[in-house]
């Protein structure tokens, strides 16, 4: 495991997290096997951009950032704001009144150091400081899915073939007291 430094973006990080959001993102997409979906990966991308740019707009309140630094590089990503409008369709909005913790990302050269399990660590400390007992994680991706699997057990909701045949979205809700 190596030494990260876990903070709050600053504006002169911004950026630096544009350009980690699109090596993330096209790494995962090639991984998972539809990085010929270029649409797709620009789409999550922007995304990715708005909900930073909220975080920055709104001094964290709408949307709240976590970085993980080595060296002073960017090497990971968490953030929290409210359920995405795929999360809600498609919980019948049962989950809409529940923040979602998303844009897990741990840069590919540093996957498998412990830096998501840190960066989860933070952001369950963050939530119970605001005194938020729950929040709800999506994927689409097979690779995520399988690691949420291991920390939260089954899907609360699994939408076959969302983004294709054989590749499902899942969502959990999470008891943050748990953690």
């Known amino acids: 495991m ?8 600053k504006i002169k990080d911004q950026e630096e997290l544009h350009l980690f959001f699109r090596d993330v993102i096209n790494d995962t997409f090639a991984k998972e096997g539809i990085g010929h979906l270029t649409n797709d990966i620009e789409e999550e991308i922007e995304t990715k951009k708005s909900y930073l740019q909220n975080d920055y707009e709104s001094d964290g309140q709408n949307q709240y950032f976590l970085i993980a630094t080595y060296d002073e590089t960017i090497v990971g990503t968490i953030e929290y704001g409210p359920a995405s409008s795929l999360i809600c369709k498609n919980t ?13 990302f741990v840069h590919p050269n540093y996957q498998g150091n412990g830096i998501g399990n840190m960066l989860l ?10 005194d938020i007992k729950e929040f709800c994680i999506d994927s689409g991706y097979k690779n995520a899915q399988k690691i949420w699997k291991n920390k939260f057990g089954s899907p609360d909701f699994v939408i076959k073939d969302y983004w294709g045949e ?14």
């Open 121 to 130: 660590q933070s952001i369950y400390i963050t939530l119970k400081e605001k």
């Open 2 to 9: 190596i030494k990260v430094e876990i903070r709050r973006p």
């Open 92 to 104: 019948n909005d049962i989950f809409c009144d529940v923040v979602e913790v998303g844009t897990v």
């Open 166 to 179: 054989g590749l499902d979205h899942m969502i959990w809700r999470v008891n943050v007291t748990k953690f």
